[in-house]
T-cell receptor
Framework: EDQVTQSPEALRLQEGESSSLNCSYTVSGLRGLFWYRQDPGKGPEFLFTLYSAGEEKEKERLKATLTKKESFLHITAPKPEDSATYLCAVRPLWVGGSQGNLIFGKGTKLSVKP | EAQVTQNPRYLITVTGKKLTVTCSQNMNHEYMSWYRQDPGLGLRQIYYSMNVEVTDKGDVPEGYKVSRKEKRNFPLILESPSPNQTSLYFC?????????????FGPGTRLTVL
């Protein structure tokens, strides 16, 4: 069964304390892996798409990496405004059925204290 | 501004009273989808549409209906709402169902069924 697992469920950091969030997946082939940021009560906001193992993408203090079984979202010197829930989603290779659907993990809730 | 809009944003209703949540996108996207988000369960797909007049069930379709008569609109219909449909609902769209296209999310509709 296709599955996405994120860890930890929650992470508390001090401002400036770098860390990483993990997204591990088991799918029958991967079309793409997506990272989203979600603020309380709001819709997920797209951050990155990764397509193949070894790929990396960066945006401000965030850097996403991908291996064959997992992805990491590295946060360098975080600030309080980085506090949010970070969601990982995969789009698997489907044999039949929709090729557009995403499978989401449950997210990591990040809190950055000043 | 490119966006996905949903209405209403908040809704309190009673068991059995039919309701419709509207979703509209202005990006000429082919693919649209509805999700519900519940604590501890993450985002789960209800229905999706790969194009006009093409819809299919997601993971949790029971109790919901959709239609896609126009490319820009994808309303979610609850014919006879029940308390277990109390949730936060998100509409999303992407250019097409191809593997590399991220989904853009609406702001969410918080539904309470008494």
């Amino acid at each position: 069964e296709d599955q996405v697992t994120q860890s930890p469920e929650a992470l508390r950091l001090q401002e400036g304390e770098s860390s990483s969030l993990n997204c591990s997946y088991t799918v029958s082939g991967l079309r793409g892996l997506f990272w989203y940021r979600q603020d309380p009560g709001k819709g997920p906001e797209f951050l990155f798409t990764l397509y193949s193992a070894g790929e990396e993408k960066e945006k401000e203090r965030l850097k996403a990496t991908l291996t064959k079984k997992e992805s990491f979202l590295h946060i360098t010197a975080p600030k309080p405004e980085d506090s949010a829930t970070y969601l990982c989603a995969v789009r698997p290779l489907w044999v039949g059925g929709s090729q557009g659907n995403l499978i989401f993990g449950k997210g990591t809730k990040l809190s950055v204290k000043p | 501004e490119a966006q996905v809009t949903q209405n209403p944003r908040y809704l309190i209703t009673v068991t059995g009273k039919k309701l419709t949540v509207t979703c509209s996108q202005n990006m000429n996207h082919e693919y649209m989808s509805w999700y519900r988000q519940d604590p501890g369960l993450g985002l789960r797909q209800i229905y999706y549409s790969m194009n006009v007049e093409v819809t299919d069930k997601g993971d949790v379709p029971e109790g919901y209906k959709v239609s896609r008569k126009e490319k820009r609109n994808f309303p979610l219909i609850l014919e006879s709402p029940s308390p277990n449909q109390t949730s936060l609902y998100f509409c999303a769209s992407s250019l097409n169902s191809g593997g590399y296209n991220e989904q853009f999310f609406g702001p969410g509709t918080r539904l309470t069924v008494l």
